[in-house]
């Protein structure tokens, strides 16, 4: 479950106690016992931390400059955690922090244990109450929105639905102030969208995801085999107990390797490789490694382990991976065989630049 800072804040800036404990309320009375039918394992995944700390710091709305962004998470970070502890202990419920961010959980080590992490939390009844890690990250913060986290956690711990709250009821095939506009109330595919006008970011001013981001989310976790209920806070409970309410993208895709998903949709380049035809083809259709042989050229400063993006000759993104050189040794490989490398080089240049284990595919 997704809840956004305009449905935890007041528009001034500062948490709602209230609104806080009225979501804990929904959730805890779904949690349950581990040895009810009924009972659900539930992460939380909570904007609010940049909101939360706008007051504190004697700022009237949100800053645009980076380092007050950060420094309005990190004082909101803790006061959205501690009101969270507080909600929840009415309950008996622990919770328990977990800040991501999409670089780290692209990485193959990394995206494991931030599984293992959620898994355990669940597994011993602690509610995981996750976010960016907004404090330190800066792509994230541009970013601006917690909605496609969301998805891909959802994705991460094999959940069995998505639930997106909004402060609508759903997705409108209009202005939902507009009269006329009509609830969207089952998203089959993308066709289903077509000619919809959707809405940015919410007139609170604290948060700056909007609808745009919200319907982006759902069409990656329902792609990835998660079907998704986009609805209000207010129907938060209704959503949860399975009642047909906003709005319901269906899945239209099946489970996929996890930490690609990652890669794909959350983690920024570093560069990109210029492939030749022929690696682009080996890359696309045959779904290879790329080797040294296949480079064409190289942009960009990156390190081994950056994700970076893999063009064809006319500029075209056409996969994303994880390189394993730095950008400087680039050159040096273009158009030559593992085999010449590894005799010129030593054994360490016997490998591939991208392993296919570490790519995805960006269009087919």
């Not at 328990?96 to 355990?120: F, I, W």
């Not at 399975?242 to 930490?259: D, E, K, L, Q």
């Not at 500029?315 to 994880?322: E, I, N, T």
């Amino acid at each position: 479950m997704k809840i956004g800072s305009s449905s935890l804040t007041t528009a001034a800036g500062g948490l709602d106690a209230d609104r806080v404990d009225a979501l804990v309320d929904v959730v805890a009375r779904h949690l349950g016992a581990p040895e009810d039918e009924d009972s659900k394992e539930i992460v939380l995944v909570s904007s609010g931390a940049i909101a939360a700390g706008l007051a504190p710091l004697g700022l009237d709305k949100r800053p645009r400059d980076l380092a007050r962004q950060q420094a309005a998470a990190s004082v909101g970070q803790g006061l959205l955690v501690a009101r969270y502890t507080a909600s929840f202990a009415r309950y008996g419920r622990r919770v328990g922090q977990v800040l991501l961010t999409s670089d780290d959980t692209s990485r193959r080590a990394h995206y494991r244990n931030a599984y293992r992490t959620l898994d355990q939390l669940l597994a011993m009844g602690t509610v995981p109450i996750v976010n960016e890690n907004d404090t330190v990250a800066t792509d994230e913060i541009r970013f601006g929105d917690n909605d496609r986290l969301a998805a891909l956690v959802a994705h991460l711990v094999r959940a069995e639905l998505l639930v997106l709250l909004s402060d609508v009821d759903g997705l409108y095939d209009g202005n939902p102030a507009t009269p006329g506009t009509s609830l969207i109330e089952e998203v089959r595919g993308p066709h289903d969208l077509d000619g919809v006008e959707i809405g940015s970011a919410g007139k609170a001013g604290v948060g700056t995801g909007g609808m745009v981001t919200k319907v982006e989310a759902a069409r990656i976790a329902a792609g990835a085999g998660v079907p998704v209920v986009l609805t209000s806070a207010t129907r938060a409970a209704d959503a949860l107990a399975g009642r047909p309410v906003g709005t319901y993208f269906h899945r239209t895709g099946r489970r996929s390797a996890g930490r690609l998903l990652w890669l794909a949709h959350a983690s920024a380049p570093r560069g990109a490789l210029v492939l030749d035809d022929g690696a682009v083809r080996a890359v696309v259709e045959r779904r290879t490694s790329l080797l040294p042989a296949g480079l064409a050229g190289v942009e960009g400063e990156f390190s081994a382990g950056d994700p970076v993006e893999l063009r064809d000759a006319a500029g075209r993104a056409v996969a994303r991976g994880l390189v394993n050189f730095d950008a400087r040794e680039i050159p040096r490989l273009i158009g030559r065989s593992t085999r010449d490398l590894a005799r010129e080089l030593g054994p360490a240049y016997e490998r591939e630049v991208v392993h296919r284990d570490d790519l995805v595919l960006l269009r087919h």
